[in-house]
């Protein structure tokens, strides 16, 4: 086996977009493909020395890493990490990054979006902090895409390379170790949390009528192995609280995004039983996850984060560690969490959608915990979302109050009040038809026009105060990032949000975000709340006129 340098020519479509270079699988597969991505990502200054690959297990994720060990091996990359089996989640990539001292992680996961022969793959590159590139990186990763003529490589794939096995190895200049990424993992999430307590919940103390059965949810992603570890092994829960739990590579056909669309057996399980008091799933690749509690009571993701951030001082280990400092939230995320670092005199950052702008937050220590409304909580222990940090914080805090999740939920509403949240999304849309309905609202938004505008919402009149589409500047590395989603903000505190989504493989997925507040009135049903901003954001779009569509596919 020899390094050899390959001729080829540049794809134009290698632009990462929310969460690195998502697409169908068939794209994935051309000569040259991941060749010419993985050696863009090498090609950037510093070059990397010490990298990890690893990937949510789904179809061609084996394949795809033996394509980028031959380019890394190719470019003299001095060590490579493998993960066993090839199998990866994203926090706990992020969380090797930084134990081992690499400078990076290629990761092969699209997330929440759907796997198989004709589903998504996905390449993303997370840095030396352990957290997603930010956008200084992924667009000279594209500018070396473009340019590209030739890419290192070796000419046979080496055959000794077995993800299988644990151990080591050296191919060419490159030592080789194939690791147990759960071992690690397990043991951050010891560092952090009380097991002694959190083990609690599975004995019938009396406090829960019965014991405190739970269902956990892998969704037939990459959670499945750590969710055993933790729940059966450390916490000696029954072995059937974890379900669909070995990792598939099409998901046993199942859209592995943890919401009340795509987790219906978890949501139908929890309905029907009155004996299960917690259910949470989990998405492919393990940074998301979906809070249930009795009879299928939806925790939504805004409350969730604003809940684990008041209630963070329970968590003793943590706290001593990772002091409590401030909060972040995406923009479309509701402002639940604003409400709680307001009470608690510490400042809460408003960052574009994706895990990467908070990372220099998160480095440069002005916050601790952060989340998004997609299903995302994460802290400072890593700089991904992680949902097994948030379902272990929500089991400190039920283990330590012996309170139910509604209970929970509805004291933090008494408390501040409620935001009530709905996103739309209307997937597979046509994308030229999204493209001209976009500039045509942003250009209305961006021209003042309906400010003044009035609207009846719940009966009462709301006037439309400010409008626009949101942009941000990094508090560190001052970087400005423009059009991140377009906002009407109403007099009473209500506000929607449009955005396109950046992580889909094909045609187009538009998001439309609602949120609007009551201080007393907090038992409301989300959808009839909403109804009337939600009627009017459609009115406001000509989302029919452009795209055909009324109805969302998936409503959260
Ligand atoms: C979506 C979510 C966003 C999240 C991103 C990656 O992006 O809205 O909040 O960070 O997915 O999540 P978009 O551009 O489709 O709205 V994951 O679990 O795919 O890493
Ligand atoms: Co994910």
């Given amino acids: 086996m020899t390094i050899i340098t390959k001729q080829t020519s540049p794809f134009n479509d290698q632009k990462p977009g929310t969460s690195g270079l998502r697409k169908k699988v068939p794209v994935f597969q051309q000569d040259n493909y991941v060749e010419n991505f993985t050696q863009a990502i090498l090609q950037v200054e510093p070059k990397p020395r010490c990298l990890i690959v690893g990937g949510d297990g789904r179809y061609y994720n084996d ?35 930084v134990k081992l001292d690499c400078d990076g992680a290629i ?36 500018a070396n895409s473009l340019k590209i003529t030739n890419y290192q490589t070796v000419d046979v794939v080496p055959e000794n390379l077995r993800l299988g096995k644990l151990g080591k190895l050296k191919i060419e200049q490159t030592e080789i170790e ?4 759960i071992e690690n993992y397990v043991q951050l999430m010891k560092s952090i949390f009380d ?24 969704m037939h ?62 998405d492919g690749d393990g940074d998301r996850h979906m809070i249930l509690g009795e009879g299928a009571f939806f925790v939504t993701p805004g409350d969730s984060l604003a809940i684990v951030a008041d209630n963070l001082h329970l968590v003793e280990k943590y706290k001593q560690l990772y002091s409590i400092c401030g909060f972040a939230r995406s923009f479309p995320t509701s402002p639940a969490i604003d409400r709680v670092a307001a009470k608690q005199n510490r400042p809460c950052y408003v960052t574009p959608t994706g895990w990467k702008f908070f990372g220099n937050l998160l480095d440069n220590e002005a916050i ?51 935001d009530y949240f709905q996103r739309y999304d209307f997937e597979d849309c046509d994308l ?53 989603g377009l906002f009407v903000e109403f007099n009473t505190g209500a506000r929607l949000v449009f955005r396109k989504s950046g992580t889909g493989s094909s045609g187009a997925t538009i998001r439309i975000y609602a949120n609007d507040f009551d201080l007393t009135n907090t038992s409301a049903s989300p959808t009839d709340f909403l109804a009337d901003l ?14 055909g569509r009324d109805e969302p596919t998936v409503i959260t």
């Avoid at 400072?380 to 379902?391: A, Q, T």
């Fill in 178 to 181: 194939i690791i147990d990424p």
């Fill in 368 to 418: 601790t915990v952060c989340g998004e409304e997609s299903f995302g909580v994460g802290g400072d222990h890593i700089r991904e979302k992680d949902g097994m940090f948030s379902v272990l914080i929500w089991l400190t805090i039920i283990a330590d109050t012996g309170l139910h999740v509604a209970q929970v939920v509805r004291n933090h509403w008494c408390k501040f009040g409620r």
């Fill in 107 to 142: 990761i092969l996961t699209a997330s929440h979006n759907p796997g198989g022969p004709r589903g998504d793959l996905g390449i993303k590159y997370n840095c030396k902090n352990g957290g997603p590139a930010p956008e200084s990186f992924t667009d000279q990763v594209y």
């Fill in 534 to 547: 939600l009627k009017y954001s459609l009115q406001l779009s000509q989302l029919k006129e452009y795209t």
């Fill in 221 to 282: 992603g990459v959670m499945g192995p750590y969710a055993r570890r933790i729940f059966v092994d450390e916490l000696c829960g029954p072995s059937d609280c974890v379900v669909n739990a070995n990792p598939s590579i099409d998901f046993n056909g199942v859209h592995p995004d943890p919401n009340l669309v795509y987790a219906r057996e978890l949501v139908t399980k929890l309905s029907c039983s009155k004996l299960i008091k917690f259910g949470v799933a989990f």
């Fill in 432 to 484: 030229e038809a999204c493209n001209k309905m976009m500039a045509k609202l942003k250009q209305k938004l961006e021209s003042n026009e309906l400010i003044g505008h009035e609207i009846l919402v719940r009966g009462k009149v709301c006037t439309i105060s400010k409008t626009g589409d949101f942009s941000y500047e990094d508090k560190y590395d001052k970087s400005v990032t423009r059009n991140q």
């Fill in 63 to 97: 394949e795809a890493i033996m394509r980028i060990a031959a380019v890394c091996i190719g470019n003299r990359v001095e060590k490579l990490y493998f993960a066993h089996e090839g199998i990866l989640s994203t926090p706990a990539a992020s969380a090797l990054i």
């Fill in 195 to 218: 097991f002694n307590l959190l083990r609690s919940l599975f004995v019938d103390t009396g406090s829960f009528e019965g014991p405190f059965n739970m269902v956990i949810d892998c």
